[in-house]
């Protein structure tokens, strides 16, 4: 990574002292100094406040920018106290402009109705509710981020190995990533019971759908052959596979909505049945999904 001995030092203390307790736990993380008066003033703050919500799962650590430089700068300190709450090993919230107990209460108050922090010591404590991460990951996910969205859901599933819903997010990221090879790879190395659980049947559609994956001189082929022979259902059926494995999503339902129209029945209602794999694999929630399934309607019983 092209860390000193002493940058990997500080990075395998930050990792020890923050990032893995706030997998479980919320953590306060206090940038100051010793010559910085208002950190000195919001240390009591800060360590009442902690204490309070110990049993909540809430934990503070301090850290001072004069001797963790590295770390400080990882963080883009500019201005001490600087303060973060830290989940998963990023930061939720930034703490910086909460000076009184109060203040710091409604913060943590608010954060805790939303994450899965674990209360107490943890020992005795169930499965995390990861129910809010995959929300967040699946917004991630669904805005582009395929790369975050791998992070997040593996995160999860750091927290929770059997999560269904966090490996169906897991493939369908890593597909949308065009890492298809490695999304089959993990998806043959599941166990039974997880294959078959429902859930996964969206990423199981979504690796299924892009499997067979053209080129653009193939595209180019199909398309070609398509638009020679309008009637070849075949050939505007094969055009419609390749586009949407090919991420062109618009374009291959198009293709599909037009063999409907011109013949529901063809190849006992193949493209209707591949329009409806689509919408599985995109998701059912999904408002591209639900514009074009009134198209499918209309073409059905128009």
């Known amino acids: 990574m092209g860390l000193t001995t ?12 923050v990032v893995e307790p706030s997998m479980t736990k919320l953590v306060i993380l206090d940038f100051w100094a010793e010559w910085c008066g208002p950190c000195k003033a919001l240390t009591p703050v800060l360590e009442k406040v902690a204490a309070d919500y110990a049993d909540k799962g809430v934990m503070l650590v301090k850290v001072n920018v004069d001797e963790e430089r590295f770390v400080a700068s990882q963080f883009q300190i500019q201005s001490i106290p600087t303060v973060y709450a830290m989940f998963q090993g990023q930061p939720v919230a930034n703490l910086t402009n909460a000076r009184t107990e109060a203040q710091l209460g409604g913060i943590l108050d608010q954060l805790l109705e939303k994450l ?16 809010p991460l995959i929300a967040m990951a699946e917004d991630v996910l669904a805005e582009g981020d395929t790369e975050q969205a791998m992070g997040m859901f593996a995160q999860i599933l750091d927290m929770v190995p059997d999560s269904v819903a966090a490996i169906s997010g897991l493939l369908r990221a890593m597909v949308a990533a065009d890492k298809v090879e490695e999304a089959q790879a993990l998806l043959a190395d599941l166990p039974p019971e997880i294959t078959a659980d429902p859930a996964l049947d969206r990423a199981k559609a979504a690796i299924a759908l892009v499997a067979d994956k053209a080129d653009d001189s193939e595209i180019a082929g199909l398309r070609a052959a398509a638009n020679a022979t309008p009637d070849d259902h075949a050939a505007r059926f094969d055009l419609a596979v390749a586009l949407f494995a090919g991420g062109e ?32 694999a995109v998701g059912l929630e999904d408002p591209w999904v639900s514009a074009t399934r009134r198209k499918l309607s209309a073409a059905l019983f128009g």
């Open 6 to 17: 002493e940058e990997h030092k500080a990075v395998e203390a930050f990792r020890t002292s």
């Open 116 to 131: 899965p922090v674990q209360a107490g010591d943890g020992d005795d404590a169930g499965a995390p509710d990861i129910t």
């Open 249 to 280: 999503r618009d374009e291959a339902a198009e293709h599909l909505l037009a063999i409907v129209k011109a013949d529901k029945e063809w190849n006992e209602g193949a493209a209707r049945a591949r329009l409806l794999q689509i919408f599985e």
